[in-house]
């Protein structure tokens, strides 16, 4: 899960800077289900320590300070790195999954 989960953290940090609970509610505006804090806190930890993040703590009117996560320069150059990736593992996919659907295939009936 976390390959796809680093490209939409870095997809939505390179829109705006934002905190954990943010990232979760942009996700699920954007269809994915919950994401749990186990699965969200690690991978936004692996992209801080591999410098395509950066991390601020600010004061909350609602309780203690949040920790806020930014997208470095780094961040932005392997964001576009990982579309590209992904752009073409789901053209991978759609061509394996359309054989047995009809789809693409020459002289279909």
């Known amino acids: 899960m ?4 680093d490209v939409c953290l870095l997809g939505l940090l390179a829109e705006r800077r934002d905190y ?11 269809g994915f289900e919950e994401i749990p804090g186990g699965t969200l806190y690690p991978s936004l930890l692996r992209l801080e320590k591999q410098g395509l993040v950066r991390t ?8 203690p300070p949040r920790k806020y996560y930014e997208l470095t320069p780094a961040g932005r150059a392997a964001l576009a790195e990982r579309v590209r990736g992904w752009a073409a593992f789901r053209d991978a996919v759609d061509a394996v999954t359309s054989v047995g659907s009809g789809a693409g295939e020459a002289g279909a009936s």
């Open 2 to 5: 976390h390959g796809f989960l």
């Open 20 to 30: 954990g609970l943010g990232l979760v509610e942009r996700l699920a505006a954007a």
């Open 56 to 63: 601020e703590r600010e004061p909350s009117s609602a309780g």
